[in-house]
């Protein structure tokens, strides 16, 4: 009887225990995606990750159906999905890759009872994670809150297992079951398709995420440590949304830091990268709640702002500050925003306008490549200072700061706000205290061709700290 392995956030056929443990069975191997409801730990699904998961698939199904077993798509509660599945084949086994975020493990806990009880063989393997979060704890056998002690436990814990190779061969059922078709999920979007520029960035799949890591670990990482921090420089790995997907595995990315020429320092802080990814899904395992619930409760008082026109001018990148309106540009044209920039505009949407976090993460979810449901929460507790470890409320970035520090000469903001690009360097962080006659010979009128500030940042940072005050043991 064949063996269904039942892909999930593992679109790939490299270093995929399930798919290797069916492929040793010598059976037929019956390759799964299930398009589940959004309450599953597949979702939710925002609309940039859609593009990207079409994308995805095509390249899995193409991978798979040359290895020799094409991939069935099928859409619905997985349980039932499955069970039709095993009607259909005569399946008498199902393997999966482990999920870990709770959503899907109740799901998949289910799946489980309710199968083995009808003597079907389940088994579950490890591989979106370096570790298992069960697995990981502290003395006291609790889940670690702070990431440096996490980072050294993950330190002693070893390398993680040795990646596997593809299977080289799948042999397929006698019969390959009804798909659906891709395009009929709707993933991509209708007119007008504001996802267009996606495909001057990107690359979706298996065989581009292992291509872009050997450029990376080949060159980038050498000078990771300090220049990661640039945002006009192509200077981090952009795994980032095919480790969302999992189009490849967080051992593969790990092992391949391994034995290379870059500097130690460089190879540990990317290392130190990956284990906040690593620190993100095991809170997320241990706090379910995370992207509704303050993880510090003394931010439930919080007197927030409503989420009106300040909220819209933030997503539309025309709050003023150049930083923040080239990361939310760059953000909608690309799917995707350099990582000190995602702090700096989470930051002022948190403290500047003083709007819930949790506006802020649904709008990155809907629009980033990589949106993560472990990581964007987690993410946006730490600069909201609501979170496990987070960054204390009253460390309030300052915009103009930051975009002279991390941007010195303002190519960031010239490639994603082209209307200051011809302002001088000296003032593109501050086009409002740019003398009139610069302003004037750059072509810039503030209030007309680009926006004055919405807010102004000391007057926001005291209303900020005087709201932070006002609660209680704070
Ligand atoms: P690199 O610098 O090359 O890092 C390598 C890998 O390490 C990344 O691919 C990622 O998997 C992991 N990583 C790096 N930094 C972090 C971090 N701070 N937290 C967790 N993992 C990290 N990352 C997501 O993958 N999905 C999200 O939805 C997401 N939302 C974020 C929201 C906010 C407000 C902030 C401040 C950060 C968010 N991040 C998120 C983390 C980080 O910005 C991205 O992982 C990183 O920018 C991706 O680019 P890269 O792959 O080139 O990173």
């Not at 990646?163 to 659906?180: F, G, M, N, Q, R």
């Not at 926006?451 to 209303?463: Q, S």
Request: charged share 25%.
């Amino acid at each position: 009887a064949p063996v269904i392995v039942w892909f999930r956030k593992d679109l790939r056929l490299d270093d995929n225990a399930a798919l290797t443990a069916a492929t040793d069975t010598g059976r037929p191997v019956i390759p799964v995606y299930i398009r589940e409801p959004v309450t599953a730990g597949t979702g939710p699904l925002g609309a940039a990750q859609a593009w990207w998961l079409h994308h995805a698939l095509a390249s899995l199904a193409t991978s798979l159906k040359k290895a020799g077993s094409p991939l069935v798509l099928r859409h619905g509660a997985a349980n039932s999905a499955l069970r039709t599945l095993i009607e259909e084949t005569g399946a008498d086994t199902l393997y999966w890759n482990r999920r870990h975020d709770p959503a899907g493990i109740s799901i998949d806990t289910e799946i489980k009872r309710d199968l083995r009880a009808e003597g079907i063989d389940v088994r579950s393997f490890a591989g979106q994670l370096l570790h298992d979060p069960t697995r990981l704890l502290t003395g006291e056998k609790k889940p670690y809150r702070v990431y440096t002690p996490f980072w050294k436990a993950l330190e002693r814990e070893g390398e993680p297992p040795e990646p596997i190779e593809a299977p080289a061969h799948l042999k397929a059922p006698a019969k390959v079951p009804l798909s659906d078709t891709l395009d009929d999920w709707e993933l991509l979007p209708a007119k007008p398709d504001w996802a267009a520029s996606f495909k001057e960035i990107w690359t979706p799949g298996e065989a581009a995420a292992g291509e872009r890591l050997d450029d990376f670990v080949e060159g980038a990482i050498a000078g990771y440590k300090v220049d990661r921090d640039h945002p006009s420089l192509d200077a981090t790995s952009r795994m980032s949304p095919y480790l969302a997907l999992g189009e490849i595995s967080p051992a593969r990315v790990w092992h391949a830091t391994r034995g290379l020429k870059a500097p130690v320092d460089d190879v540990i802080h990317f290392r130190k990268e990956l284990a906040w990814r690593e620190f993100c899904h095991h809170l997320h395992f241990h706090f379910p709640a995370l992207a509704e619930k303050n993880w510090n409760e003394r931010f439930d008082d919080f007197p927030w702002e409503k989420a009106g026109t300040d909220f819209e001018l933030w997503t539309r990148g025309m709050t003023g500050y150049p930083i923040v309106d080239a990361g939310m540009r760059q953000l909608w044209q690309h799917g995707w925003m350099h990582n000190r920039v995602r702090m700096i505009t989470a930051s002022f949407l948190i403290k500047h306008l003083m709007i819930d976090w949790r506006h802020g993460e649904k709008w990155f979810r809907d629009t980033l490549v990589d949106a993560d449901a472990a990581s964007n929460p987690a993410n946006w507790q730490w600069v909201a200072g609501s979170g496990a470890d987070a960054s204390p409320f009253f460390r309030i970035f300052n915009p103009i700061l930051q975009g002279e520090k991390f941007d010195p000469d303002g190519a960031y903001v010239r490639a994603f706000v082209p209307e200051l690009e011809h302002l001088d360097a000296a003032f593109i962080h501050k086009p409002f205290d740019a003398p009139t006659d610069m302003l004037k010979k750059a072509g810039v009128e503030l209030g007309t061709t680009y926006p004055k500030p919405i807010v102004d940042h000391a007057k926001a940072r005291e209303r900020a700290l005087a709201a932070y005050k006002s609660l209680k043991n704070a």
